[in-house]
């Protein structure tokens, strides 16, 4: 069974960090362009951040950039978000998500597997 499970959210005061982490296990997703998708209380998901295959093109979203920090090590089958200088805007929950292709763009429809989120609370 494939899954992709995230870990690495809590509660943190405004400025402080987090680093995210999604590990894939049941397959391999080193061919896979991935994501990272937030939904904030009472909204829609949005898109946070993303990666192609091998690491080596990243997009954000206007909010975050040069605050977070996507990463994917195909080593580990695993993705990565470190967030610095967090915002109570940022709260929500985080889910990572795998492309169908190389690169996944911003899109959540370009994304067919999802893990379940991690909770992520910024209080000021």
């Known amino acids: 069974q494939t899954q992709l499970v995230e870990s690495g959210g809590g509660l943190v005061q405004a400025g402080g960090s987090l680093r995210l982490s999604c590990k894939a296990s049941?397959?391999?997703?080193?061919?896979?362009?991935m994501a990272w998708f937030r939904q904030p209380p009472g909204k829609e998901r949005e898109f946070v951040a993303s990666?192609?295959?091998?690491?080596?093109?990243?997009s954000y979203a206007d909010s975050v950039k040069g605050r977070f920090t996507v990463s994917k090590r195909n080593s580990e089958n695993s993705l990565y978000l470190q967030m610095n200088d967090l915002k109570p805007e940022d709260t929500g929950v985080y889910y990572c998500?795998?492309?169908?292709?190389?690169?996944?763009?911003?899109?959540?429809?370009?994304?067919?597997?999802w893990g379940q989120g991690t909770q992520v609370t910024v209080s000021s």
């Open positions: 990666t192609s295959w091998n690491g080596g093109s990243s």
């Open positions: 998500a795998a492309a169908r292709g190389a690169i996944g763009g911003r899109s959540t429809s370009n994304y067919p597997n």
């Open positions: 049941g397959r391999t997703y080193w061919n896979n362009g």
